[in-house]
């Protein structure tokens, strides 16, 4: 592994401190806004329980709270869709920036780094606007410098991680002493959807709650437990799939699209672009170690095993971070990350990989140490 590739260096992650089940989760999905019918009940009963969520946590819409102060109120006539968008705005304010801090702070211990050395800091969210945003919040709650330089890359979705990280390894590739700070921190709980669709359904079903943090630059010495060159990234918008995912701002917080054609296109179309990308890196499928697939759904997880190829149990890390944690948006790759490395697997290359709109996948190549 060459010296001169920047690396991650170290990784954090954070979650809001209460969690909740996903029956407990359902039972109050169902108090916010109750189906219409019987038929209606049950098929948001068997989205929930096919999600593979076990346990998710949430800051804001999965709590009900009767005094409105940071949760939301069951439907109404006064308020059949929920809250606005922005009070939903306000509360991802709120929520995002502790969450934010937090695994900013582990990133920081896990390479024994001082806030001050750290010269960029990348943000990536796709669940919430406010400027100045989070990030201000950040440099001044962690002592950040005031000179460093700020980029956010903004509404990707799910893989708004490996476009930060792609931002982050330009600029360590530019300057050995650079230190990039990279921060991803979503509040998808704001954006219950009352009266859902179907689609909508399996989305309040599956989205939850989080933050991860990596520092990104070239090593001085031996890297610390982060220790993974970024050996390259790739890129590319799947054909005739642009109708099949996607976000809008609505009146009632951001309403996501999700086409049942969206696991049949990754099957088809994901397969050949991985495989001729890590061709030109001089590999293949097989000699690929940890795979760190965000895990849209159980479908799309299937979906990415049948086009690669892949045993089962080389998914395990995305399948358990989905049950624990929910699909968290753009950090959750990340925390696969964090799990893979948890687990001591063996060292050599690896990939990130992650869909969101357009559709749109994204992968880091990167190799950890034996």
């Excluded at 460093?148 to 530019?174: D, E, K, P, S, Y």
């Excluded at 943090?213 to 010495?221: C, D, E, I, K, Y």
């Excluded at 697997?345 to 992968?363: D, H, K, N």
Aim: hydrophobic share 40%; proline share 6%; with cysteine.
């Amino acid at each position: 592994m060459s010296d001169h590739l920047p690396c991650i260096l170290g990784l954090g992650t954070a979650t809001p401190r209460a969690d909740t089940s996903q029956e407990e989760a359902l039972a109050l999905a169902l108090k916010l806004s109750p189906a219409e019918t019987e038929d209606a009940r049950r098929q948001i009963e068997l989205i929930y329980r096919r999600s593979g969520v076990e346990r998710r946590a949430t800051t804001a819409s999965l709590s009900v709270q009767e005094s409105g102060e940071c949760g939301f109120s069951p439907a109404s006539l006064r308020q059949p869709l929920g809250p606005g968008t922005a009070a939903r705005m306000a509360i991802y304010r709120l929520r995002a920036m502790p969450l934010a801090v937090e695994s900013s702070r582990l990133a920081l211990l896990d390479c024994a780094m001082e806030p001050s050395s750290i010269t960029h800091l990348v943000t990536a969210s796709c669940t919430g606007f406010a400027a100045p945003g989070w990030d201000v919040e950040v440099v001044d709650a962690l002592g950040l410098p005031r000179n460093i330089l700020r980029t956010n890359v903004g509404f990707m979705g799910c893989h708004g991680a490996i476009n930060a990280i792609r931002v982050a390894r330009a600029f360590a590739a530019a300057d050995p002493a650079a230190r990039v700070l990279v921060c991803c921190t979503e509040i998808c709980s704001v954006h219950f959807r009352y009266k859902p669709r179907p689609d909508q359904a399996v989305a309040n079903a599956l989205f939850a709650d989080g933050s991860a943090a990596v520092v990104v630059g070239q090593p001085r010495g031996k890297p610390g437990r982060g220790g993974l060159v970024l050996r390259d990234t790739a890129s590319c918008i799947l054909p005739d799939s642009q109708d099949q995912m996607g976000w809008s701002v609505g009146d009632h917080g951001f309403e996501m699209s999700l086409g049942i054609e969206l696991p049949a296109t990754i099957r088809r179309s994901a397969g050949l672009w991985l495989r001729e990308w890590l061709g030109a890196n001089k590999l293949e499928i097989g000699s690929i170690r940890r795979w760190a697939v965000h895990p849209g759904g159980p479908k799309i997880l299937s979906a990415v095993a049948e086009a690669l190829e892949l045993r089962g149990s080389e998914l395990e890390a995305s399948k358990g971070v989905l049950a624990r944690h929910g699909n968290m948006s753009s950090p959750t790759v990340l925390f696969i990350l964090d799990e893979l490395q948890k687990r001591n697997t063996p060292g050599g290359p690896g990939v990130l990989l992650s869909f969101g709109p357009g559709i749109a996948a994204e992968a880091i190549l990167f190799e950890a140490p034996d």
